[in-house]
């Protein structure tokens, strides 16, 4: 009976099996020609001082319009470029976009905010308006990584410290000696390091001692339970006192209800993104908000869709 239930099974998943490698066999081969072409796009997603709205600077986040699949979400292409190894290039050309965007706002907010006190802690005169760039696992550990940095950053005379770099603990995890040597020489640089998602996983709080990073982004599923349970809210609290006490700088992701930014406000996390603020949006858009809003305040938004370039 085993036997046969076992045949029928295969039977039965057989066809999408094989239905789901032809797919990604697909999806392989047009995202080849889409890393060759660089036919891709960024978004931009603010990154806001949450009792205030002040603006802080930008999460870039990647979109693959696909001629009959429309904008890809990078959930679906991100996995097979890292297999595959076409992060590399496709991640140094993110690089590249963001950090031509972060001195285009450079520019404005500068125009804008002349003789404006920085709100920065003090690192210059003005605010800088930072970007915040998402690195995978194995670009992380592609060894002309730490060069890519450099290069994009003398190419576009880039402030080091307004370019932020989010690892996910799948970096931090091996306690590989080369990835320490690179994160030292990136802080160095005056680059800043966060870890992306924090919670999920296996995530330490230990890391913060191990590894030179400032700053330690909350991941979405805390921030969803923070109304709904006082443990979750005494979680998401100690995990900021924590960080905070170490120096660190807290960013709460997913915020898409005003309760949920009130409760954050009140147990002193420092910054947020989220709906709630404002959706990813294309780098004219993200310049139009930053002339706009002369004080660098984003006004809660909730709703509407995500605007692509
Ligand atoms: P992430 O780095 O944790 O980025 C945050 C994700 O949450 C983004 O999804 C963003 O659009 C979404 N988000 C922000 N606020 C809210 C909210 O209030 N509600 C909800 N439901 N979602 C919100 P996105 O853009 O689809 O990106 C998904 C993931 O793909 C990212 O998660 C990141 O891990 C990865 N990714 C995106 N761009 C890149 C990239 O250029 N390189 C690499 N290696 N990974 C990237
Ligand atoms: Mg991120
Ligand atoms: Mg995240
Ligand atoms: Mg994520």
Same mark, same amino acid.
């Given at each position: 009976?085993? +036997?046969?239930?076992? +045949? ?9 099996? =094989? ?8 999806? =392989? ?5 889409? &890393? ?7 978004? *931009? =997603? ?21 001629? !009959? ?16 190894? =076409? ?42 308006? *930072? ?36 690892? !996910? ?15 030292? !020489? ?30 330690? +982004? ?9 109304? +709904? ?6 979680? &998401?609290?100690?995990? !900021? ?33 989220? *709906? ?34």
């Amino acid at each position: 009976a085993a +036997k046969g239930a076992g +045949k029928r099974q295969w039977r039965r998943f057989h066809p999408v099996l =094989q239905a789901g490698m032809i797919e990604r066999h697909e999806l =392989q081969a047009s995202l080849d020609s889409a &890393v060759a072409e660089s036919s891709f796009q960024v978004l *931009y =997603q603010p990154i806001v001082e949450i009792a205030s709205g002040a603006l802080e600077g930008f999460e870039a986040l990647v979109r693959w319009p696909h001629h !009959t699949r429309g904008l890809v979400p990078p959930e679906q292409f991100i996995t097979l470029a890292e297999e595959s190894g =076409q992060i590399v290039p496709l991640g140094a050309w993110v690089l590249g976009h963001a950090a031509a965007e972060a001195s285009r706002w450079q520019q404005t907010a500068s125009e804008c905010l002349d003789g404006h006190d920085g709100l920065d802690g003090g690192a210059g005169p003005r605010k800088q308006l *930072y970007v915040s760039v998402n690195v995978s696992a194995r670009q992380f550990r592609d060894p002309g990584f730490v060069d890519v940095v450099r290069q994009t950053l003398d190419g576009h005379s880039m402030e080091p410290s307004s370019l932020i770099l989010e690892l !996910t603990e799948s970096v931090l995890m091996r306690r590989d000696e080369r990835v320490r040597t690179d994160m030292m !020489t990136l802080s160095d640089l005056g680059v800043r390091l966060a870890i992306d998602d924090f919670g999920t996983g296996y995530s330490s709080l230990s890391y913060l001692r191990e590894f030179p990073i400032t700053i330690l +982004k909350i991941d979405k599923s805390f921030i969803d339970g923070l109304g +709904k349970s006082s443990q979750q809210y005494a979680l &998401v609290e100690g995990i !900021t006192r924590i960080a905070e006490t170490l120096g660190v700088r807290v960013i709460a992701e997913g915020i898409e209800s005003a309760r949920q930014r009130d409760l954050l406000a009140v147990m002193g996390c420092p910054l947020g993104q989220g *709906y709630l603020f404002a959706r990813p949006m294309g780098a004219d858009q993200a310049e139009s908000l930053i002339r706009a809003s002369k004080d660098l305040t984003v006004r809660p938004s909730a709703g509407g869709a995500e605007t692509p370039p």
